[in-house]
């Protein structure tokens, strides 16, 4: 099983550039989010989806847009790169059914974004 | 969601347990108690979680006090590969799903 897999793993942008994250998840989870982790601080959400066309704002939505065509995939696209957005952006996944507290997330090994 | 308060850092010695103490005072009767890791540069891990009852698993135990203010993770024979930031995180079921790591315990397993 590949679990959470994020792509790339590390890139370098410049200011006003855009790209997209990758998040890719082979467990048929309907829940997908996207964090963002800067130096020494805890996550922060910026999107989620519940479901395959289905996309909502977390707390730090601004800067970010997300769209879930298919329940395996969940990319994050940044349209003008600002320096404030260099952090590590982490992607997690979970099967909502049957949630109860009974199911935990599984989070991709990251991708780090630095823009200059 | 109840907030969580965790000291900033511990050291451990290799081969014995760890515990990691967490309260969470504001608890709610349908929060539970989650407890994730994360090892430098990596995504956060899923270490063990709780509702009333004490749980073990492979990797941990969890300590739930009988008012639920607080719990305990046990990291039975802690390994230097232990060493990580550790997250007690307490939520209920339903709305944006949301994990809130706060700052976590930074544990320093030393050999």
């Known amino acids: 099983n590949a679990g959470v897999t994020q792509t790339p793993k590390f890139q370098v942008l410049k200011t006003g550039q855009s790209m997209t994250l990758q998040c890719a998840q082979d467990m048929n989870h309907e829940y997908m989010s996207w964090y963002r982790q800067d130096p020494g601080m805890g996550l922060r959400l910026i999107h989620y989806?519940?479901?395959?066309?289905?996309?909502d704002q977390g707390e730090v939505p601004n800067g970010y847009n997300v769209s879930r065509s298919t329940t395996e995939d969940f990319p994050l696209r940044l349209l003008s790169a600002a320096p404030s957005q260099t952090s590590v952006y982490f992607c997690a996944s979970f099967p909502t059914a049957g949630w109860g507290g009974n199911q935990p997330q599984h989070f991709g090994d990251g991708t780090r974004l630095s823009i200059l | 969601d109840a907030k969580t308060t965790q000291p900033p850092s511990m050291d451990c010695a290799e081969g014995r347990a760890a515990n990691l103490p967490c309260n969470h005072s504001?608890?709610?009767?349908?929060?539970?108690v989650y407890w994730y890791r994360q090892i430098h540069s990596q995504g956060p891990q899923y270490i063990i979680h709780?509702?009333?009852n004490n749980e073990t698993n492979e990797m941990a135990s969890l300590i739930i006090t009988e008012d639920r203010k607080s719990s305990t993770l046990i990291l039975p024979h802690a390994t230097l590969r232990d060493t990580a930031v550790y997250y007690c995180?307490?939520?209920?079921?339903?709305?944006?799903?949301?994990?809130?790591f706060g700052a976590g315990t930074t544990v320093t397993v030393r050999a």
């Open positions: 504001t608890i709610s009767g349908n929060e539970y």
């Open positions: 995180i307490v939520r209920v079921d339903g709305g944006d799903y949301k994990l809130s």
């Open positions: 989806s519940v479901g395959a066309g289905i996309t």
């Open positions: 709780g509702l009333k």
